[in-house]
Each structure stands twice: as structure tokens, then as C-alpha cells.
């Protein structure tokens, strides 16, 4: 089909993510001929079968040193546990690969600069998942914040949360040495993104959360951005929150619900009626590379899809990479900032001599 | 420090339980959840936590090696509740776990149990609901094998159990009366048998280290006579809702149905109820580690024509009633915690006017309102 056929992808990491949504989408793309050959690596074997039994005509490996004379050109997609993002990178990218890496980029903003000097230095891609942004709504409430469709931005309230359901193949989610924290590092990598995609960068925070020891499971940020747009952000993931993001213009409102592809509402200030926004348009990224399967609707699935398909593209030079490395790093900027200004989370629910234990906590915890 | 093992301590008694043994320096607690997405809410601490299916008895036994006592906090269907309690004793045996705390519950009595009932009163086995047949069974099953004296039982009946991270009893309840879903039966005058979670972990940390609680039974519940109505307005006042706006409904038999004193006709309507397939699989549901979004879910099961043609004459087009809420509302007695004074010498600490407070601080923080 392409220049890219044959380009080799090479899965690092078997876990629920590649499962669910690396996986089904690579299938996707081998059966319409758009990839080549395909190698799934984890230590795990019953990882590795679950992913296989969806690719089973990838070849199977363990470490990745298995397959160094096969990375050059190659494109590694690397889906392990966040404190193995950099290393997994920069090997990939030395050995002359193309890279591909989850979210977050990294635990720290040393590590997303050691795996930009390596990309850098190998001229290869760096690619980061923060795949929200493959969303038509996301693109669209991007456009109405730049362009002003509603006045100027003056603030805004995200609250996502949810008690925990992915399905994770180890404890590295819970751990601050794997993962690097909780839902600010693991869910919020994703709303800090787009915090920052939309709306620049932030002046002032205020970062609140409830890890005591181990990692927060509930997160407050109160910020002002650059721009003077004020904003409040809370994250579970423990409790289920409204999963909603609601801004408030000069003029109107606009309310996004997490996770819907293509649809977001708004309305006028002083109106009572609202609108229901339903966004068609494939937004022109990687669209000639989709096949005919995936061109009607949009769904999560297909953003994921989309991700991949700019992935390829760019490594063709066809396009630009949504989200880079550079981009990746910022997010990781953001949350390793929340950290370093952390408070304890205020729990007033919880009797005085409790809170006041709660304090206590705060010296204890070892950032990677 | 003596390590206290908390059986089922990603759920909200489990993970209060744990909390307040870290916080108050009891004991070092020992999570055990069933699967690595149940750590999330836990791994907020640094605690040696463990992964053990709650019905095998080797996992369990690994999992509370070195623990002195075992909390059983674990929920789900009636498979899982009589599976576990059997697979915990068992498990505790071989691991050398001196006490095992578990946590039953007061529907073992029913609904509205009769004047007089006490700890000692036989148990309803035949009841509407799967869940308190099943709690029945699960107490008969720990009964019987406490008799071989290898490890000290303690068995705790909570009622209606509220406070922060209750899912149904405060926060499904808060969001059905901001939504103008929530009713009162008979004007919410039933009593409701509260037990905050607070005073419920203290009495259960009192059970594991008190000479004098193992073999006992225990009724658990609030110092005061709380009313529904009572929880019902505490619980608006803290999402800022006018209770008097609460719909009320009346058990009286109205034209058709056959006239039946008000609990027994409850009881027959959420018999037929329950014999629905539909309903059945959607109470399962609700038994698992629900979230609100489920309870959610729930409510628009039980808006299908099957249930609705059930529930009789509702007050409003829109009321749709639990039969499992409606049969509790129609409690007429206050649990007696005699035991528990005499035996343990226990006094609840936390009045149900504090608790409502917490209970509404916590409801600002998980509704987002916190600020």
C-alpha cells in the first residue's frame, strides 16, 4: 500500500494498554496491508499470549536486546511501565529506531531530555501517546479557546475521576518508584496535556494531594496560566467525579464531557438554551492512511488509530507529529512542578488528630 | 507494632478500617485486595500490600502470615460471601491468625426485625433479599467452624452503614435527593439504625484486641435512635437541598392489592420483584464493588416496565422505588447495643450530628465542590 509496508513495529510491553488499544489497532492496520511485520516483547508469558492471541502472526520476545539488529527503521511502540519509558527510548532510538512511547514520557523532566538529546542525535522520531489529541472535540474546543468564539477564556473547572477499573497487569500503577506518582502522573498525564495544549503555559499553582507514603489517588490543582485564565482541576481515582470539563468565556460556556470523541456543548452567557456540538469532520490527520473500515464515525478506538497513522506518516515525512516528544515533556514539566509544590490534600472529612497525622507524610516521599 | 490484616481493603469499610489503624498508630495494617486495580485507593499509603483471591484459602493464608488479626471486609454476591468466609477461617487456621474479626451484617434480622430482637434471636432465613439470606448463611457457615476453637471469632452486625466513601448510604442518597429522586416512606419516620463508619472500625478495632470479645456477637450501631428522615435531611443539607422538598410515600394498602399489614405487603411486593430476572441480575450488580455511575445504571434498570408495573401506585410519573429501600424504611425498631456496653464497655465516639458534618465535608470533596 505504502512505502511504509514491511516497516517492522516492534511492541515493547504487553500490558492492559497494549492489550486493549495498541493491539486491536495494529490488527486493524495489518489486516489492510498498511504494516509488515510485528514482534511483541515482555517478560510476562501470559501477557504475551493475551496480546498474541490478537497478533498471532507476530514472533514473540522477551527483552529487547533480543531484537537490537532488528530496530533500525523500525518503529517501537513502548507500553511498559513508566520508569522503563526512558531506557526502553533511547535504546530504541540508538539502534535506529523510531519511537512511540505512552504517556507519561517519562517520571521526570531529566529523563524527557535525556530521550530528546538521544533523538536528536539518532534523527529519528520521537512520538509521544497522548492520544486525546487525535479527539475532533478536543481539536475544536482548541480552535474556539485560540480563536475566541466565545469571548476570551476566563476560566475553567476539570473534574475527572473514577474508582480505578483499568485492568493492570502489575502493581507498577501504585508504585511512586515505577509509576512516579498516582492519577497526576498516570489519567492526569492526559488532562495535563491538554491543559496545556489549549490553553499555554501555567504561572502560578497551587497543587494539592492525598498520598501519604504511596501515591495520590485524589489530586487538587488550583492554577493561573500565563494568559490569566484562572482554572481548578481535581482527579480521582478512587471516587467517581463528574468527567467534565467546563470553561467559561467572556461571552458563553462550553462543557466537554471526558472521553466523548466528537460532541461538546456550549452556550451563551445569560441564555438558557445550550447547544449540542457534534463534530463529523475527520480533521485531515492521517485520513488517506486509514482503511475504508475505519472512515464512518469516530470512536476512541479510531483516535487511537489516527495516533498511529500520524505516527507513520510523519516517520514518511508526510506529516507533521501531533504530539513530539517536545510536547510530551511539557506535560512531564507540569506534573513533576505539581509535585515538587505539593500540599496535603485538605481532608476535612477525617478527625483533627488524623489530619494532623496526615502531615506527617509529607517529608516521606522519594521522587525517581 | 502487631500487624492487623484487612481483608477486602480497597472497599469502604476496608480502606476506612486501614486508614484509621495507620493513622492512629493501632497496629500496621495489611491491605489484601483482590486484584492490582483494587490497590489504587490503598496505595495512597506505603503499606505491605497484598493480592489474594478471597476464596482461595493458600493465597489468604501467604497473604496473613505474621498478621495476629484478620479482618473480613470482603463484599459480593452470595458465592463470594459464603465462599470467603469459609476460605478466611481456613486460611487464618493455617497462617496462625489468633482472631478474625467479620464483619456481618444486622439484616440477619431482617429488615424490621421484631420487638426484642436481640443478638441472640434466631436468625430470618427466609427474607426477599439475596443478600441478607446470604449473610445468614455466610454466619451459620462461621459458626460452625469456629467450633473447632483454632481461631477466636468475633461476628459484628452494622445496619445501615454512612459516611465519607459510602457509596449507597451517602453519596447514591445524595445524589438521588439533589437529582429529586430520593423518597420517604411514611414520612421517613422508620428507624433507620444508623452506623457511622467511624464508630463501626472503632468497635471492630476493639473486637480484635478486647480479652473478652472473641466468640461474641455484636450488634453495631449509632448512640442515638436516627431516624430516616433524620439521615435524609442531614444528607440534603449537605448538597444544599431543602428537605421538606423530599417526596414522601405511603405504604397503605390502596385499591387493588390485596390489604396486608404495610411490612408484609413490602415484603410480598419485593418478593415478586425479586423473582424478576432483570431485577435479580441488577441487584448482583449493585453488590459488587459498586460505583455511583453503577447505582446510576441501576436506576434505570429498575425504570423498565417489569419492575415499574410492580411497585405500586407511585406518588410521582417519575418515582421509581427500591423495594430494598422501601422494606428498610419501614423499620419500627431500634437495635439494642447492650452487649456491646456490657461486654466490651463501648460508647459510641462520634455523635450522628458530627458524623453528618464529615459525612457532608466528604460529600463536597467527591461531588467536586471542595475548593
Known sequence: MSADKGMKIILVGCGAVAERLYAPCLRHLVDDGVLGDMVLIDRSEKQIEKVHRILPNASVRVHLSEVDTELDGSLVIVALPHNLHARATITALQAGAHVLCEKPMARTVEECDAMLTTETASARLLAIGHFRRFFPAVNVIRDWIAEERLGKLISF????????????????????????????????????????????????????????????????????????????????????????????????????????????????????????????????????????????GCTMMRCFERQLSNVLAAIQGKQRLVCPGTEGRKAVGLIERCYRERQVLRQAWLPKNEQAKLETFRNDEVRP | MRKFAVLGAGGFIGYRLTEYLLLNEVAVPRPIVRSFRSMARVSKFDLDMRIANALDVRGLADALEGCEAAFHCVVGNRNTILGSIEATYAACRQAGVKRLIYLSSAVVHGHNPCPGTDEDSPLLKVQPFDYNVSKVLAEEKLRSMMSDATVECVILRPCIVFGPRSTFWSAQLASDILAGKAYLVDGGLGICNTIFVDNLVDVMVLCAKHPAAPGNTFIVKDAERVTWRQLYTALAAAVGVDPSGIQSVSSAADDGPPVLPASESVYYAARTIWKSRVFRAAKELVRSPSTVSLAIKLRSWLKSPETRAVARRPPAQSMVLDPEIVSLQLCQYELPTRRLANVLNYQPRVSFDVASLRTAEWLRFAFGSAE
Not at chain 1, 177 to 187: C, R, T
Not at chain 1, 203 to 221: F, H, P, R
Not at chain 1, 238 to 253: M, S, T
Open chain 1, 157 to 296: 473547572r476539570f473534574l475527572e475521576g473514577e474508582v480505578y477499573s483499568w485492568p493492570a497487569a502489575s502493581a507498577s500503577f501504585f508504585s511512586r518508584e515505577a509509576a512516579g506518582g498516582g492519577v497526576l502522573i498516570d489519567a492526569g498525564a492526559h488532562t495535563m496535556d491538554l491543559l496545556l495544549w489549549w490553553m499555554g503555559s501555567v504561572e502560578e499553582l497551587v497543587y494539592s494531594d492525598d498520598a501519604s507514603g504511596g501515591v495520590e489517588a485524589n489530586c487538587i490543582l488550583k492554577l493561573k496560566m500565563q494568559s490569566g485564565v484562572v482554572g481548578f482541576v481535581q482527579m480521582s481515582r478512587d471516587w467517581p467525579l463528574a468527567n467534565q470539563y467546563y470553561f467559561e468565556f467572556e461571552r458563553g460556556w462550553l462543557l466537554y464531557t471526558c472521553d466523548i470523541v466528537d460532541s461538546f456543548r456550549w452556550g451563551w452567557s445569560g441564555n438558557h438554551l445550550a447547544y449540542h456540538v457534534v463534530i463529523e469532520d475527520d480533521l485531515g490527520v492521517g485520513f488517506d492512511r486509514l482503511p475504508k473500515s475505519v472512515r464512518s
